[in-house]
């Protein structure tokens, strides 16, 4: 059974726009493409018009469908908090529904699917290589981020030998008071940035937390949610509740702003959030449990490195702001600093970026005046999506500034020395 | 339908990725603020005056009803394309082409949005002051149509009073430069002001030349819950006579503050009944004493509290309760009547009282708010239109409301427009003489009525229209 809302189920939500335009001010589509179809108020407008039978599947609203990054910011702004980002993936839906999955969409199939295909590909550097792709169909899984349109010149990280889950064990014992906590980590950490997923795991273990990283936890479906494939995200959903019901844990913790994203939000589309533990971002969980306290109490060092946050937006839109910036401000080796325009999106958008390379790098542009005139050599964020399209943004631009996850600032703070 | 010649002509002259005559370009450029639906025939989009003449020209030679587009956020139904025909499409003229600061003027496209001008400008200690709420997504080209307002207008007035000039191609095809950089300039008519609030049915404004002040070094926002809407209505007159013009005189009335109450918990003592919101600006040293001043003049009037801001973050804290208002609307009804009445200051308290008479005489709730300081209130019937009877009703409380405006001297928009939305009130207001004299200018610049046909007049030549079906 389809664990997705339909299209017709959000009539009611549908019906809450009242085209006032006050979308238009945060979508980062729209200040690019200057369409009304590239907006929340015009894709609602199109939803109606389905609904109501007054337009078919034709191939410009197909094209209007594709310009949405899911960020969720028109969400936030809206003064009747219309669910745009998740009517939107409700029309994706429909439109797989009755035409199949694009080619884009096959290849999130293809790959977030089979944790196994995505593990080998990346083990061998082979996913990364533009030969390759002249070798392969235009349907394979390789094409999801990683196109040849997608991979000119974009800067990519190197790829790790060993993935997160070769590196450290599935359980890790703590100290006897402290409660379990499950740790959801995601494609890009496991994969392509483990060593943050390491930082989470050392800097638990460091303050006694018994740590639960079950393996058979597969990618958190947000691939399979933008490109509409609601039979995938169900399977992948169902595969993920699983994994942690063999252990009780405390929270299960992401550090991956779209992993947080999928699990609070597009999970639950049916109304009831599944997982019995809460899902709580790692910057959430460091200040509740006072660490962010015991970090701040760290003697500072004499030189310290200029750092700024960029806002990823899946933690942005559920007003996760404070919590990274907290725990940047409490770091020894840190002196944080704001930049203009913090919580603009990067524009990569997962799936939207393959689809829509140059407007994702034009929307990741917008970064740049405010990250230059923050004067900072550093600019953390807590999404490892985030930190792939920084770090080519700041390289196409030339800027000797590194993007990086918040997690590895931590990890130096713990284990460096000034 | 348009033939295929004229959608190759459109093409050559912007592109055809420019052009668009898709159901589903035509559906997201049907509508604007106002919820009705109608749509073109044609979305184009244009970069440059050249090209906007072009597509004017062609529009005027092949009798096509064609319309501007900016933000599509108005209020009154200006950017629907009532009688199909082409949506020119304006939001990517959207440069600052210069921003002049020996002169305090900025030169900008139609297509700039104006939060950004005023971000722009406020960069360099300058100020641009019409400030409509919806200023973070409409465009400036919108606001010369509309001549938009905002809450700022009691000190610094409206859009209309930083327009120094203007570049406009005509419904015949004729680039035209109206005004200049200057302050002073009487050389022919003043069209500026004629094109200003024009609505788009004059002509499609491609450049303007718009005044700047400086900026004002600071601001101070107060919150002064009053027993009476009567003590508010008095203390607005009070504070004007005193010899102040605040930058912002915002009040609530009893029903507005009852709204935001059921939804969000208020601040407020309990025997409130009228919250005025009052900013002023200007150099430091004097908004102490100016703060002082107002609060003396009104303590008289049944003050229950009065709360000054300190930080910014208080005074933000003091705007969002103004602005909760509108998003609060809706629990009431769904469906919202949204009229924008001005009476002169004194009236206010008149207009007020008269408006609660009008809300029980048709059992229709009536939410009030707005701008005290210039007598602009802004209305909101609060219906359910499945209720059956419930249009009917509505239209008589708001002949009833339009009636009451304009005998107590006020008038029936004072910064939406007409459009379609209040086409069919212009006539309580305007005598028969004076809505002759513009329609005679209406037919005069635009003799084959392409130019946004069927706003502000109801019966402007409408035998020359293409008529086109409401989607």
Excluded at chain 1, 258 to 281: E, K, M, Q
Excluded at chain 2, 25 to 40: C, E, K, N, V
Aim: hydrophobic share 40%; with cysteine.
């Amino acid at each position: 059974m389809a664990l997705q809302k339909s299209l017709e189920e959000y009539g009611p939500q549908i019906a809450q726009c009242v085209r006032c335009g006050a979308c238009q001010a945060h979508c980062p589509v729209y200040l690019e493409t200057w369409r009304e179809g590239s907006v929340a108020r015009g894709k609602i407008a199109l939803a109606a018009a389905l609904l109501e039978g007054k337009i078919d599947l034709e191939e410009r609203l197909l094209q209007e469908l594709s310009l949405c990054l899911l960020c969720g910011s028109c969400v936030t702004k809206c003064p009747n908090q219309v669910p745009t980002d998740a009517i939107v993936a409700a029309l994706r839906r429909r439109i797989t529904a009755d035409q199949g999955l694009s080619a884009i969409g096959k290849g999130v199939a293809a790959l977030t699917s089979s944790p196994n295909l995505l593990r080998g590909l990346l083990k061998s550097a082979e996913m990364l290589s533009p030969l390759l792709f002249r070798k392969i169909p235009a349907t394979s899984g390789l094409q999801l981020r990683f196109s040849p349109d997608s991979l000119k010149g974009r800067t990519l990280p190197p790829i790790p030998d060993r993935h997160l889950f070769a590196r450290i064990p599935e359980f890790l014992e703590g100290e006897a008071d402290k409660p379990v906590v499950g740790f959801f980590a995601g494609c890009a950490i496991t994969y392509l940035y483990p060593e943050v997923g390491e930082a989470l795991v050392r800097l638990l273990q460091t303050f006694g937390y018994p740590v639960f990283i079950p393996r058979s936890q597969g990618c958190c479906g947000m691939p399979a949610l933008s490109s509409g494939n609601g039979p995938l995200l169900d399977k992948l959903a169902t595969a993920n509740l699983n994994a942690f019901a063999d252990r009780k844990v405390s929270h299960i913790l992401t550090a991956c702003a779209s992993c947080h994203g999928a699990l609070t939000g597009h999970y639950a589309a049916t109304g009831n959030n599944r997982f019995d533990t809460g899902i709580v971002d790692i910057h959430v969980f460091l200040k509740q449990e006072g660490i962010i306290d015991r970090l701040a109490a760290l003697p500072k060092w004499p030189q310290r490195q200029r750092v700024t946050y960029h806002d990823p937006c899946h933690l942005r839109t559920q007003g996760i702001t404070g919590e990274p910036r907290a725990l940047l401000r409490a770091l020894p080796q840190v002196e944080f600093v704001e930049m203009e325009d913090a919580g603009l999106c990067c524009g990569l958008g997962g799936t939207f970026t393959a689809a829509h390379p140059d407007l994702s790098r034009a929307i990741g542009d917008r970064k740049l005046a405010g990250l230059r005139n923050s004067n900072a050599t550093v600019i953390a964020t807590a999404c490892p999506g985030c930190v792939m399209q920084l770090q080519d943004i700041i390289n196409r631009a030339g800027l000797p500034i590194k993007a990086i996850h918040t997690l590895e600032l931590v990890q130096q703070a713990l284990t460096e020395q000034p | 339908m348009l033939s295929a010649q004229i959608l190759q002509n459109l093409k050559d002259i912007v592109g055809a990725a420019n052009v668009s005559n898709s159901s589903t370009d035509r559906i997201t450029h049907s509508f604007d603020a106002t919820q009705q639906q109608f749509l073109p025939e044609v979305v184009v989009h244009a970069d440059t005056s050249e090209q906007v003449r072009r597509i004017v020209s062609l529009a005027n030679a092949e009798k096509i009803p064609i319309l501007p587009r900016g933000a599509g956020s108005g209020f009154t139904g200006g950017s629907l394309p009532i009688k199909g025909g082409i949506v020119l499409v304006l939001t990517r003229m959207n440069r600052i082409l210069e921003i002049d600061t020996d002169n305090l003027i900025a030169v900008v496209e139609p297509g700039v949005i104006t939060g950004r001008l005023q971000r722009e400008v406020e960069r360099l200690g300058l100020f641009y002051p019409p400030d409509p709420a919806s200023k973070d997504f409409c465009t400036l080209g919108g606001n010369v149509a509309e001549c938009a307002g905002g809450p700022r207008c009691v000190k610094y007035g409206v859009t209309r009073d930083y327009v120094l000039g203007l570049t406009v191609v005509t419904p015949t095809g004729e680039i035209i430069h109206t005004g200049g950089r200057t302050m002073k300039n009487v050389v022919g008519y003043d069209l500026t002001r004629l094109f200003v609030g024009s609505e788009g049915t004059l002509g499609i404004v491609t450049q303007i030349i718009l005044r700047l002040l400086p900026k004002p070094e600071a601001r101070k926002t107060m919150l002064v819950a009053f027993e009476t809407i009567d003590g508010a209505a008095q203390a607005v007159s009070a504070i004007i006579r005193g010899k102040i013009i605040p930058t912002t005189l915002e009040f609530m009335d009893e029903s507005a503050i009852d709204c935001v109450r059921q939804a969000t918990p208020l601040d407020l003592p309990p025997a409130c009944r009228a919250v005025l919101i009052i900013e002023v600006d200007g150099d430091q040293e004097v908004l102490d004493g100016q703060v002082r001043r107002i609060l003396a003049i009104i303590q008289p009037l049944g003050v229950l509290e009065t709360r000054v801001a300190t930080t910014n973050a208080e005074s933000e804290a003091i705007w969002q309760v103004r602005r909760s208002i509108s998003p609060s609307l809706r629990r009431l009804n769904p469906d919202k009547f949204n009229e924008d009445i001005v009476v002169p200051r004194s009236k206010v308290p008149d207009m007020i009282r008269a408006l609660e008479a009008i809300s029980i005489r048709y059992g229709v709730p009536i939410i009030n708010f707005g701008h005290a300081g210039d007598g602009n209130i802004h209305v909101n019937v609060m219906v359910d239109l499945k209720e059956s009877g419930m249009e009917e009703k509505v239209q008589q409380a708001l002949n009833d409301l339009f009636r009451t405006t304009v005998a107590l001297g006020g008038s029936v928009s004072g910064e939406h427009g007409i459009g379609t939305a209040k086409a069919p009130y212009i006539g309580m207001e305007l005598d028969r003489a004076t809505l002759t004299t513009m329609q005679t200018i209406k037919k005069a610049l635009d003799p084959n009525n392409i130019m946004n046909p069927g706003k502000i007049f109801l019966d402007t030549a409408p035998e020359t229209c293409t008529p086109s079906q409401p989607s």
